[in-house]
């Protein structure tokens, strides 16, 4: 988290970053040193929350959590080749207020069943799982090969 003294460059020392030595903020040179070091291992954008924001994702997290999520994955074999072939989703009782995230890495799924998609940028397919007193199982539309 950055607060607007870390925004100041008018009377800091010049710094040398990827050979370029000029003033910089600390909220700068953070930037310019780890957004390179970031994209150099995943393709994903750097999405910025605001405080208030932040508040909101954690307590819906920690709710979440609460809910003792689990994912179990489907699997189907055919010779020496085995397959993801969808998952269940499940918590205790079956029901959580706040909505439990899959990742998919990869394709969708045959039927959303009431959930929401999420893909910012290149980053993988999150389905976001609405639990309200059942399990629910979904269906890969591209199987994953684990052979």
Request: proline share 8%; net charge negative; aromatic share 8%.
């Amino acid at each position: 988290m950055f607060h607007q003294q870390n925004l100041r460059v008018a009377d800091v020392s010049p710094t040398t970053i990827n050979d370029v030595t000029k003033q910089r903020s600390l909220y700068q040179m953070w930037a310019e040193t780890i957004a390179p070091a970031f994209t150099s291992l995943v393709d994903w954008p750097f999405v910025n929350i605001g405080n208030d924001d932040l508040f909101d994702y954690y307590t819906a997290r920690m709710v979440k959590d609460q809910c003792n999520p689990t994912t179990q994955l489907l699997l189907s074999t055919s010779g020496n080749t085995t397959q993801i072939t969808g998952f269940i989703v499940d918590c205790t009782g079956s029901t959580c207020p706040e909505p439990i995230p899959v990742t998919i890495p990869g394709g969708t799924v045959t039927d959303l069943q009431g959930s929401t998609t999420e893909q910012i940028g290149n980053d993988p397919l999150t389905l976001w799982v609405p639990l309200s007193g059942s399990p629910k199982t979904f269906t890969l539309t591209a199987p994953i090969s684990l052979s």
